[in-house]
């Protein structure tokens, strides 16, 4: 009875413990074999710790912006898409063959779901992105994306996949705040008014469609593995994204781009989409949605600290206490225990 009490404990606080291993009986483990080929016993992504791993995604992130600044001098937003997302694909598919074993068979229920996040998280997001910021103030556009967490954790409690204590509101909304005070502490003012407002209304809409994305994907890297379903969405993204940028990209003229705006398209492709979209799933699925969420907060303070270095920009002491207090909500959310909704069962082995 003691080790029947213990194992239900474990069950409860972390769903890739004792019950995963290859002990219980076929068809009855949340994580196949074929997802533990993918993803091996422990929380480590490349060999990193999953807090670690989230932390270089906040990186990749936040050097992002000022790449994808540079390499937009050269290229219209929708042919770097179309140059950076197959790059991002053929990064997916590499992985899946080299960590992966037979690919466990798709649920046909699964297949509108699969498709709706690639379009959602792929498509409409990447174009609401690129197009709002171009449209607003730097300032307003960390501001709005700042709110994903939040809007992350909103619906995963609506669907109830999770069941957030206070500490993880009180860590979301600290996050929020301090990057409020790097935006606000700026030299630089921030408005939000009639000229950037279309711009506004497309970050918005970015943040809520990322907390979808993140949401909604929850159950199936629990069937597949983050690794399948990262892939697969990508790979239904890349061809709207490709499709719809093809006639500007026939009319760039590729052999007079740079060198460094070259190097922005492989960083923003592989880097940027290919892993860093593998460790937010993988996040998502080890950590949950709402704690995941928060390390997105951890971006504009990179990139912060990018611009510092790279372009000279130097923040003020009202941005260094901003970045103090997203650090401080970070942790305080990541040590919540969130209590987690039902689970779907994984596919046969």
């Known amino acids: 009875m003691i080790r029947l009490g213990q194992r239900m404990h474990n069950r409860y606080l972390d769903p890739t413990g004792p019950n995963t291993t290859a002990r219980n009986a076929p068809g009855r483990s949340r994580v196949t074999n074929v997802e533990r080929k993918a993803l091996p016993p422990g929380s480590t992504v490349f060999g990193l710790s999953t807090d670690l791993a989230l932390l270089g995604m906040a990186v990749i992130w936040g050097v992002n912006f000022s790449v994808i600044k540079v390499a937009l001098e050269e290229l219209h937003p929708l042919a ?128 809520l469609i990322w907390a979808v994305y993140t949401v909604g994907g929850r159950g199936l890297t629990e069937r597949y593995g983050p690794l399948r379903v990262t892939a697969w969405t990508l790979w239904v993204g890349t061809a709207g994204l490709v499709a719809m940028g093809a006639p500007f990209l026939l009319r760039t003229p590729l052999d007079r781009i740079s060198p460094s705006a070259w190097a922005g398209v492989v960083y923003a492709g592989v880097l940027a989409i290919g892993i860093a979209y593998l460790i937010w799933y993988t996040g998502v699925r080890r950590l949950g949605s709402s704690r995941t969420a928060v390390y997105a907060n951890l971006v504009p303070v990179v990139g912060l600290v990018t611009a510092w270095a790279w372009l000279g920009e130097e923040p003020t002491a009202l941005q260094i206490g901003g970045a103090c207090v997203v650090i401080g909500g970070l942790t305080v959310a990541r040590l919540s225990r969130v209590r987690t909704g039902p689970r779907s069962d994984p596919a046969p082995e």
């Open 80 to 207: 770097f898409n179309a140059l950076r997302f197959p790059l991002a694909a053929a990064t997916l598919f590499l992985l899946v063959r080299a960590r992966s074993g037979p690919s466990p068979p798709i649920r046909r229920e699964d297949v509108p779901r699969l498709v709706g996040l690639g379009v959602l998280g792929n498509v409409a997001y990447q174009l609401l992105f690129i197009f709002g910021i171009d449209a607003t103030l730097a300032g307003n556009a960390a501001i709005l994306l700042s709110v994903t967490p939040v809007w992350t954790i909103l619906l995963s409690t609506l669907v109830g996949d999770e069941r957030p204590p206070l500490s993880t509101w009180l860590g979301a909304a600290a996050t929020v705040a301090g990057m409020v005070l790097v935006v606000l502490g700026g030299r630089r003012r921030v408005t939000l008014g009639e000229s950037t407002v279309a711009g506004d209304l497309m970050m918005v809409g970015a943040s």
